[in-house]
């Protein structure tokens, strides 16, 4: 058996299915949290989808809402954790590219805030990546 190279309060921390639930929730509670307000205020969401350009907006707003809780509910229930971060993943790549593009903005506070978003957003693909691939492993 392969001995881990972690300090053990370390070990101890990332072996906890507590400090997992933690994680993934830490990860994708915005999503969820972003679905039920959604949902709660649908006139919104479809103006949110309108302003980025999407149409038909309604559609749009729909296959937001649907991905925002259900992304989140199949991670954090742990079933079927590689499809819940797949359909987060893929959201939000798509969302950074449609909301962010500062490779279009002149320089200045706009394109400065585009482009740490975009990354923000890069930085959490990644995230849903290694949640899918630590999915396999016995902590959900």
């Given at each position: 058996?392969?001995?881990?190279?972690?300090?053990?309060?370390?070990?101890?921390?990332?072996?906890?299915?507590?400090?997992?639930?933690?994680?993934?929730?830490?990860?994708?509670?915005?999503?969820?949290?972003?679905?039920?307000?959604?949902?709660?205020?649908?006139?919104?969401?479809v103006?949110?989808?309108?302003?980025?350009?999407?149409?038909?907006?309604?559609?749009?707003?729909?296959?937001?809402?649907?991905?925002?809780?259900?992304?989140?509910?199949?991670?954090?229930?742990?079933?079927?954790?590689?499809?819940?971060?797949?359909?987060l993943?893929?959201?939000?790549?798509?969302?950074?590219?449609?909301?962010?593009?500062?490779?279009?903005?002149?320089?200045?506070?706009?394109?400065?805030?585009?482009?740490?978003?975009?990354?923000?957003?890069?930085?959490?693909?990644?995230?849903?990546?290694?949640v899918?691939?630590?999915?396999?492993?016995?902590?959900?």
């Amino acid at each position: 058996m392969r001995r881990s190279a972690n300090p053990a309060f370390v070990e101890a921390i990332v072996q906890n299915r507590a400090a997992w639930f933690a994680a993934r929730l830490a990860l994708c509670g915005a999503y969820l949290l972003g679905g039920i307000v959604k949902l709660s205020d649908w006139p919104g969401a479809v103006a949110e989808q309108a302003h980025f350009g999407m149409t038909p907006p309604a559609l749009w707003a729909a296959v937001t809402i649907a991905v925002e809780l259900i992304g989140p509910l199949l991670i954090l229930t742990g079933r079927f954790v590689w499809l819940g971060a797949g359909m987060l993943g893929v959201f939000t790549a798509l969302a950074a590219l449609t909301a962010n593009g500062f490779w279009t903005m002149q320089a200045g506070p706009e394109r400065f805030a585009a482009t740490n978003a975009f990354f923000e957003h890069i930085g959490l693909v990644g995230g849903f990546v290694l949640v899918a691939m630590l999915a396999g492993r016995d902590r959900a």
